[in-house]
């Protein structure tokens, strides 16, 4: 038999009536990543979802990186399924494992038996195998507590799985299962990572980026579509409005007095996002700040700026140093672009001296020196659409 994937669940073990919704969507998103591996079987068994390819054209090693993106798994490895009884198991392993067996000082087994008939408990199994083991690899020493390497066996409805160690899958809970937010994307490192974080409670994303061109350059925008399809690669397809900033800039510059600059510009941002999510079917908008990070992060400047909003705001880096921020950026791969040098419209028009405790009524007043709906609606007008995935259909 073939080598398969063999994908445990999540958090969704934990749900009650509705878990079904929550197994279906993620076949569905696994299905979606596979078909661009080739022909593999997905489906989902006793907390386990399996993937397994149907024919030798099958790309093993893209399809295992796509699964490790997957929200929804708790950990995964690549196994070999095999009939269940004693000598088809020792045979499996010596045949799947024996490379890892060779090179290795001690071993292990671990049984699992999910598959109550089955005639020797896990323990039993692991005695069984292991002393077959010990025989055929004599160099191998058996060392139950602190083993070199350890074999799994899995006995389950339908047949038994070997394997080695699992690794961790991408936790979370499937893409589609917590409905669907705007970010609010700049090129920094922090809004990546929001989104990430976002993405995995199993929100669908669309993003919203901000651009104030000739202000900010074309290799600015290059870098936030750019950004937009790495996350992709966890939060699956997603869909990037780029919104056309550089006509709400300069009559703000032109207009505001210098130290609301910023904040007035973040209400913008705030109101255009929430129209273009509503369209989209999003409740939710989701930014990358950090309480205390620049001026405009303090705990009454993001209020003021929330404000203008009705839909509920998501700060999920809110407590996050920038170090833990980083470590999560480079983890998911978008660090290497986020600091590619290129400006963003933040830092267009930025006062000497923002207001770090801005009053609402104040900055209100400022803003009524613009006609913020027609500006909203021009900008609004002015967006570019594009739709970014990272696994692409064949
Ligand atoms: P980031 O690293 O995400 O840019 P930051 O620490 O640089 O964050 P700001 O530049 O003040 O902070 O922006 C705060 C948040 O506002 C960003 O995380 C992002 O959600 C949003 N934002 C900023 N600039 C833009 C933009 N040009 N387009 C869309 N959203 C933006
Ligand atoms: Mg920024």
Request: aromatic letters at 8%; a negative charge; charged letters at 25%.
């Amino acid at each position: 038999m073939k080598e398969m994937f063999l994908l445990k669940l999540g958090e969704i073990v934990l749900k009650g009536a509705n878990r079904r919704t929550f197994e279906d969507k993620l076949k569905q998103n696994a299905r979606r990543r596979m078909a661009c591996f080739g022909n593999f079987k997905v489906y989902i068994m006793q907390s386990a979802l399996y993937i397994e390819p149907q024919d030798d054209a099958c790309d093993l090693d893209g399809a295992w990186e796509a699964c490790g993106t997957l929200f929804g798994i708790a950990s995964m490895c690549r196994c070999r399924a095999c009939d269940k009884t004693l000598d088809a198991i020792f045979h499996a392993v010596t045949e799947y494992l024996g490379d890892e067996l060779t090179n290795a000082k001690s071993f292990k087994v671990e049984s699992k038996r999910s598959d109550k008939s089955f005639p020797l408990n896990s323990i039993q199994i692991s005695q069984e195998i292991g002393g077959r083991i010990a025989e055929a690899y004599p160099h191998v020493a058996v060392d139950v507590h602190d083993p070199e390497y350890i074999v799994n066996i899995e006995v389950r409805d339908f047949a038994a799985y070997v394997h080695g160690p699992a690794v961790p899958g991408a936790g979370g809970l499937p893409t589609g299962t917590g409905g669907r937010a705007a970010l609010l994307l700049s090129g920094g490192i922090d809004s990546p990572v929001a989104g990430y974080m976002i993405a995995k409670r199993g929100v669908e994303i669309e993003a919203i980026h901000f651009f104030s061109y000739p202000y900010t350059s074309e290799r600015a925008k290059e870098k936030v579509i750019e950004l937009a399809r790495l996350m992709t690669r966890y939060c699956g397809r997603m869909t990037l409005d780029i919104v056309g900033f550089t006509e709400i800039q300069e009559a703000i510059r032109d207009h505001c007095r210098e130290e609301y600059f910023t904040i007035i510009m973040r209400r913008f941002m705030m109101r255009i996002a929430e129209a273009i999510g509503r369209d989209h079917g999003a409740k939710s908008l989701v930014t990358g700040e950090n309480l205390g990070q620049v001026a405009s992060q303090t705990m009454d400047a993001m209020a003021v700026t929330g404000a203008v909003v009705q839909m509920p705001i998501f700060h999920p880096l809110i407590g996050m140093d920038k170090e833990e921020i980083v470590t999560r950026a480079r983890k998911i791969g978008t660090m290497e672009t986020s600091i590619l040098p290129y400006e963003d419209c933040c830092t267009v028009f930025t006062p000497k001296h923002p207001k770090t405790k801005p009053v609402l009524a104040l900055v209100e007043a400022e803003e009524a020196k613009l006609d913020v709906n027609a500006l909203v609606a021009r900008a609004i007008e002015n967006t570019e659409k594009m739709q970014l995935r990272y696994y692409e259909q064949p």
